[in-house]
Nanobody, 123 residues
Framework: VQLQASGGGWVQPGGSLRLSCAASGRTDSNYAWGWFRQAPGKEREVVAMRRSGGSTYYGDSVKGRFSISRDNARNTVYLQMNSLKPEDTAVYYC??????????????????WGQGTQITVSS
């Protein structure tokens, strides 16, 4: 499975961006999809995850501001980011796993990773 992320860039505080992650290769309906991010000097942290049934989970720092969704026909997962803050500045990575795990916050749980895309929030 290959993941291709896009949609990064620069935005002012309070603004919005949408990331996309297109998957190619063999996947199935049990896959879990999501996003992590890594800021300079910090560990990679979970941003959002989506289970195959549609349930979504978010990191504490983005709850209420970010939303994850998936277009099954396009095999693409999206991350809508609203009310962006400077502390959201990071490299964002899409990821996937072939089934759900209770360890969804741990990056070591995931099998597939896309290349990172930079998000910079500043005035």
């Amino acid at each position: 499975v290959q993941l291709q992320a896009s949609g990064g860039g620069w935005v002012q505080p309070g603004g919005s961006l949408r990331l996309s992650c297109a998957a190619s290769g063999r996947t199935d309906s049990n896959y879990a999809w999501g996003w992590f991010r890594q800021a300079p000097g910090k560990e990679r942290e979970v941003v959002a995850m989506r289970r195959s049934g549609g349930s979504t989970y978010y990191g504490d720092s983005v709850k209420g501001r970010f939303s994850i969704s998936r277009d099954n026909a396009r095999n693409t997962v999206y991350l809508q980011m609203n009310s962006l803050k400077p502390e959201d500045t990071a490299v964002y990575y899409c990821t996937a796993r072939n089934s759900w795990t209770v360890a969804w916050r741990s990056e070591s749980s995931y099998h597939y990773w896309g290349q990172g895309t930079q998000i910079t929030v500043s005035s």
